[in-house]
């Protein structure tokens, strides 16, 4: 993208504030544009012929500098790449790497259902939401078009998810592609020996298709050709060697490509890019399984932080899927996002004024963990976010931003008397030193919490309800 | 017949008439069949068995059999990939072929040179500098970010230093299992730590100091420092309890204790006495570790309050703050990065070595925690796998921002990201065998 300022975005806009697109000025449309929480195409007056000079030459400038390619279809389906910078605090990352698991054409009919069902279904609390994993690549392990075929059936009846259509044998790939040509499946991949049969399939179906070399002059010499011939949905995979000094150089492919593409603006290579960490696999293969996990964990660390806009990975045990897709959440969050949650009293579930009242920090991570791990063991209660300048309760007491005074500020201004008439609180764990002194100052019973709010409802069996409140 | 005629053309004749079938056909003379690179020809699968039939009809003369076999098979691979099953197929609809040529271009992207430079910090002392230490270990000296070997050759891989402590503390389940022998001896964890783990360094962390846990007084301290350094001849870091009362006093007696073994003292912090830890530091010959909470600006003042007192940059080791993945890793790698950064483009408040104590992920709750506390969660598997892995992510993350130490507790999470760096940083003596791996492969991996 060009542009770094809605002033200069506005620049191209009617200036008329008609409200169309539903913001009050053009200017706050333009600051949207820029955030990409608005489409150009919210804003009719620039489709007419007097402004349709500027609504093109907005398009352009606007375009991510990395290509961005959109798999599958309707609510799940996935936009990857559409990258600016090389560093999130330049402005943020935009589309969380993908995350697809694999599943394999000579799998019995059940295992198949079974893992896809798996794959779709997994998901873990993080910060206000569950988090998910993105798609499934159905890999022809037989070499048979019509296995493939039937195993790509399976896997879409049994999943929304994008697929990706995984084997160098074209026939293979259009076999398979038959049965889920309305998806929008991504296919993997053309490569020197195959490009021609690979970029027939793709113009015919309309579908985006992964590039593969690890020989960067032939891969962008690959991408260059299929962009000449009207083929822009174009993934690149570099090839990811899972050790020693293939990893190295793996990890400056990804680099380098990067790079010429958003720092240097060489279109022709400026697509998404595809990790395989499952490579680790057949290093370390399945009789090592738990090593070859941890191996995948750590090449899909690297390529989750530097580039990749979709990996395959193969272990869907907890252990690895967990931080692997942590990961892509922490470095994908918008590092301009707010920490904080508003201050306040949250009711959790049907309190009443014997309900018990917890109290907590506004830093957002601290808050979503606390109520969620309330609200999913259905202990009806009180809230009480108390305002730390948006840190966590170990640092914000080291630090001052949590004490007593606070802990009084927040009973007073949300009139937790109110509502709570036993007038005790249950602090954090992490805040034990300040029991104390905050019963002194507020007057009120102050027990001392678990140190992990995960421990609340053990906590709860044997400290609740206190004297003070029956 | 000089003639020459491609596969390509051959296939175009025949779809232009139309022909499908070949009777009765004979070749006389040479063939010369030229063969595309990736035999970028598709034939509809009907002329494909036409062309299947003149090669197998061909009057083949004794002298040339063999030539010709070859020549026979190749084509017959191409024309029928998948061991022919598809060629029979009817219902595969013709490719029509492409009228198209590979459009080469050479890749290339420019390095980047930057202005600054990481100082190079040597932590532990051998006996030719008036230490104790069979090894030093080196850190920093970076001219481009972490592993960007094709910028400027990252100078020195990270190294790795494993706690241990003066006290038994309690430790999730997965790490406890490994030094329960040895909680009671601070010599004897040392000890484990560098033969069994292959630590590059040790940190012993004085924290039965502080006045709410033990308050061990700081002549006590240091003969536990004494008996570490007695116990291990790799480079030490001395940590205190992080009280910032007591700790001033505690480090002061370690740095005497370990007087001139070059040890990385833990750490001076703007929230307490700095100036009699750095001086201390400074007076016994020891690095002094700046610490601060996820704060560039922070850790540029205290770095300049160094400065001040007059200690040397080649002694100045950071800290900038680890947190745990899912826990503000977000937080602490932008940090670290930019600090990183800053320093490469020429901020020399900030060209320091980075340490991170990764022991720290233990603090997210999916490290140890059995069961997920959400009841919506999905199963989260048996935490004695997750641990390790949340320890080794959250180290290789924080190196590839910027980190140049990790201060570790779980061996198997200290040996992986030992590993990774090595093979990232380019070592020769890492295992190769990536490069034997055929990658392509993984899609039909078994």
């Known amino acids: ?470 | 017949m000089e003639k020459k005629i491609t596969l390509a053309e051959i296939a175009k004749i025949l779809e232009k008439y139309e022909i499908v079938e070949l009777e009765d056909v004979k070749i006389k003379g040479d063939i010369e069949l030229e063969l595309a690179e990736g035999g970028g020809v598709a034939l509809p699968p009907s002329i494909a068995q036409a062309l299947q039939s003149i090669i197998s009809a061909a009057h083949i003369s004794s002298s040339t059999t063999e030539a010709i076999a070859t020549t026979a098979q190749a084509l017959q691979s191409i024309l029928s990939p998948g061991a022919g099953a598809g060629v029979q197929k009817a219902q595969i609809p013709a490719t029509p072929a492409e009228e198209l040529e590979l459009i080469r271009t050479k890749f290339e992207v420019a390095k980047t040179e930057w202005n600054g430079q990481i100082e190079e910090v040597t932590i532990g002392a051998t006996r030719s500098d008036g230490g104790t230490r069979e090894a030093t270990v080196t850190i920093g000296g970076e001219k481009a970010l972490p592993f960007y070997n094709f910028d400027y050759q990252m100078p020195h891989p990270p190294v790795i230093s494993v706690d241990c402590f003066d006290m038994p503390i309690s430790l999730a389940k997965a790490v406890r299992e490994h030094y329960e022998d040895v909680m009671e001896d601070p010599g004897e964890w040392a000890k484990k730590n560098v033969r069994e783990f292959g630590a590059d360094m040790v940190t012993i962390h004085l924290i039965s100091t502080d006045p709410g846990i033990k308050d061990t007084p700081a002549r006590e301290a240091a003969k536990t420092v004494e008996e570490v350094l007695q116990a291990v001849k790799v480079p030490l870091v001395i940590g205190g309890s992080g009280n910032p009362d007591k700790d001033p006093e505690v480090l002061e007696a370690a740095a005497e204790a370990a007087e001139g073994e070059r040890c990385l003292i833990a750490s001076a912090n703007l929230n307490m006495d700095y100036e009699r830890i750095a001086k201390a530091a400074q007076e016994h010959g020891h690095v002094i570790l700046s610490w601060t909470q996820l704060d560039i600006n922070a850790q540029k003042t205290l770095n300049r309050y160094l400065f001040k007192l007059g200690v040397p940059r080649e002694d100045i080791v950071i800290d900038p703050t680890t947190a745990a993945l899912g826990y503000g890793l977000d937080y602490a790698f932008t940090n670290i990065e930019r600090m990183r950064i800053s320093a490469l483009k020429g901020d020399t408040d900030l060209a320091f070595p980075i340490s991170c104590g990764i022991t720290n992920a233990w603090g997210a709750r999916e490290a140890w925690m059995k069961d997920s506390p959400i009841k919506e969660d999905s199963d989260w598997g048996p935490a004695v796998y997750r641990g390790p892995l949340y320890e080794i992510m959250t180290g290789l993350t924080l190196g590839i921002a910027g980190g140049d130490m990790f201060m570790m507790m779980h061996p198997k999470a200290a040996g992986a990201v030992k590993r990774v760096t090595q093979m990232l940083f380019g070592a020769k003596e890492a295992e190769d065998e990536g490069k034997k791996v055929k990658i392509e492969e993984w899609v039909t991996w078994k």
């Open chain 1, 1 to 470: 993208m060009k542009l770094n300022s809605p002033m200069e975005v506005w620049k191209y806009l009617p200036g008329t504030n008609c409200k169309e697109c539903g913001e009050k000025t053009c200017l706050a449309f333009a600051s949207l544009l820029l955030e990409r929480k608005k489409k150009l195409e919210e804003c009719p007056p620039l489709f007419e012929p007097k402004y349709a000079e500027k609504g093109k030459k907005l398009a352009e400038l606007l375009a991510p500098e990395v290509r961005e390619v959109e798999i599958g279809i309707g609510e799940r389906a996935r936009k990857i790449g559409g990258e600016d910078v090389m560093h999130r605090h330049e402005r943020t990352f935009f589309n969380r790497t993908a995350l697809a698991f694999d599943v394999w054409d000579t799998m019995k009919e059940e295992e198949l259902r079974e893992r896809v069902r798996r794959i779709t279904d997994w998901k873990k609390f993080y910060v206000g939401e569950f988090l998910k994993v993105d798609a499934i690549a159905v890999r022809s392990v037989s070499g048979d078009a019509n296995t493939f075929a039937r195993c790509v059936k399976r896997v879409a009846e049994e999943t929304d998810f994008p697929l990706v259509l995984c084997s160098f044998d074209a026939r293979v790939i259009e076999e398979g592609l038959k049965e889920v040509s309305d998806r929008n499946p991504l296919i993997y991949a053309a490569d020197k020996e195959n490009w021609k049969e690979f970029l027939g399939i793709a113009k015919r179906y309309k579908v985006p298709v992964a590039l593969f070399s690890p020989d960067l002059d032939m891969l962008n010499s690959l991408a260059v050709t299929f962009s000449s011939a009207g083929i822009e949905d174009i993934v690149l995979d570099p090839g990811t060697y899972p050790e020693g000094q293939g990893l190295e150089q793996t990890f400056s492919r990804f680099i380098k490509i990067r790079r010429a593409g958003i720092v240097e603006g060489n279109k022709g290579i400026a697509y998404p890019l595809i990790a395989v960490p499952m490579t680790a696999w057949m290093v370390h293969g399945t009789e090592n399984a738990l090593e070859a996990s941890y191996w995948e964990a750590i090449i899909a660390d690297l390529f989750i932080i530097k580039y990749a806009d979709i990996m395959i990975l193969h272990s869907i045990e907890p252990h690895s899927l967990i931080p692997e897709r942590t990961l892509v959440a922490n470095i994908y969050t918008d590092p301009r996002r707010p920490v904080s949650v508003e201050p306040g009293l949250r009711e959790i579930g049907n309190p009443t004024e014997k309900s018990p009242l917890f109290v907590t920090t506004n830093f957002a991570l601290t808050y979503y963990t606390v109520e969620s791990d309330i609200a999913s063991n259905k202990i009806d209660s009180y809230l009480m976010v108390v305002d730390s300048e948006g840190i966590g309760v170990e640092s914000a007491v080291a630090g001052g931003q949590l004490n007593a005074e606070s802990f009084k500020d927040a009973l007073e201004s949300f009139n937790v008397a109110d509502k709570v008439k036993h007038k005790t609180m249950v602090i954090p764990g992490l805040a034990a030193r300040l029991s104390g002194e905050t019963e002194d100052v507020t007057g009120w019973t102050v027990l001392v919490g678990p140190r992990d709010s995960g421990r609340i409802p053990g906590w709860m069996e044997k400290n609740w309800p206190p004297e003070t409140v029956s």
